[in-house]
């Protein structure tokens, strides 16, 4: 069971590293590597100063701001520091992929259902299912994604979720992006 959650783990940095287009991105997965202990004998690696970490956003028609962790650290990041309790947090079910969160506008608890397809489809875009046909997204309010104590960067559990079938459109989701 340890080894295959050590697996799964593995499987998350690689399709991080296979959607990664910056150098801060692969210096970002080179310090969790280093700090996960899978990189520990790198040769020639400084520690640098942390820095907030790279969060891709996107804006849904409707003006919705979406972030998306672009790693299994701004994955955490994203999910247990800067999302509000209120908003709505996306991933691909069962595979590799980016947290995804839909922020709620002032004084709103749903937004409308086409913007849940947008997330939900950003969410399956920035995962390993990206090329996939109707690839299932599970969605819930952020407060009820926990991280356990002492787990590796990015594992997240929940128990309470929804689940929808999105085909992601990476013409629409790349038309989303703002940074």
Known sequence: EKAEEELQYIYTVLDALSRAETE???A??????????????????????????????????DGHTVLVG????????????LADRNDWWFHVKNQPGSHVVLVCK???????EEVFTEAAMIAAYN???KDGVMVP????K??????????????????????CYVTPDGAKVKAMFRK
């Open 24 to 26: 801060r991105e692969l």
């Open 28 to 61: 970002e997965i080179r310090e969790e590597l280093y700090h996960s202990g899978y990189a520990s004998k790198m040769k020639n690696y400084t520690e640098k100063k942390a820095t907030k970490p790279i969060i891709a956003q996107y804006e849904t028609t």
């Open 70 to 81: 672009k790693n299994n650290i701004a994955n955490d990041y994203l999910t247990t520091k």
């Open 106 to 112: 002032e004084g709103e608890d749903d937004p409308a």
């Open 127 to 129: 995962s390993k299912a």
């Open 137 to 140: 997204v599970d969605y819930m």
């Open 142 to 163: 952020v407060r009820q994604v926990k991280k356990p104590a002492g787990s590796k960067p990015g594992l997240v559990i929940y128990h309470s979720n929804w689940s």
